[in-house]
């Protein structure tokens, strides 16, 4: 149970940064088995090493996070088969900070960082793969109309009014 926890934890939240990112979270929305665990755990790996930077950082520069870590320590002991193994409960500790930076990063590096004109940048490449959303995006930057061909024979002519979201 403890490596499963110790595991999954980092593996979550770098499901969730994954999804939530901007830059990719249009790839993942279209993967699905292998290779969307390979991706989850490879940002899985990203979000735990940024939580151990953070950790050595609050240890470092904060008095106030070096008084309260036991008690965290102590409150996850409780989630553990063997709670004296001090380094089982560190790494268990940094799961969890990988599991709430996960969760949390994506936010100010969507807002803050990617100003709307990337944002567009970022959504047109989402969508180079793919024909018709291509021409879906063109039309709607460039204010042209569409017509479109069904398999039935059925001939649809008009303004496309709003993209589709790539997820």
């Excluded at 990617?114 to 959303?133: Q, S, T």
Aim: aromatic share 14%; net charge positive; hydrophobic share 50%.
């Amino acid at each position: 149970m403890d490596s499963a926890l110790i595991l999954l934890l980092p593996l979550v939240g770098g499901y969730i940064f994954a999804n939530k990112w901007l830059i990719t979270s249009y790839s993942v929305a279209r993967e699905e088995g292998h290779r969307l665990y390979f991706r989850a755990a490879f940002y899985g790996v990203f979000v735990f090493i940024v939580a151990l930077l953070l950790r050595f950082i609050l240890l470092g520069y904060s008095d106030w996070y070096v008084g309260a870590e036991p008690s965290i320590t102590n409150y996850l002991c409780r989630f553990l088969k063997t709670p004296t193994d001090t380094s089982q409960v560190e790494t268990l500790l940094i799961s969890v900070y990988a599991l709430l930076v996960g969760s949390a990063l994506w936010f100010p590096l969507n807002k803050l960082i990617f100003p709307l004109a990337v944002r567009r940048r970022i959504l047109n490449w989402a969508v180079k793969d793919d024909d018709f959303e291509k021409l879906i995006q063109t039309a709607v930057q460039r204010n042209l109309p569409v017509c479109v061909t069904m398999d039935n024979k059925k001939v649809y002519v008009g303004f496309v009014t709003v993209t589709m979201n790539p997820r």
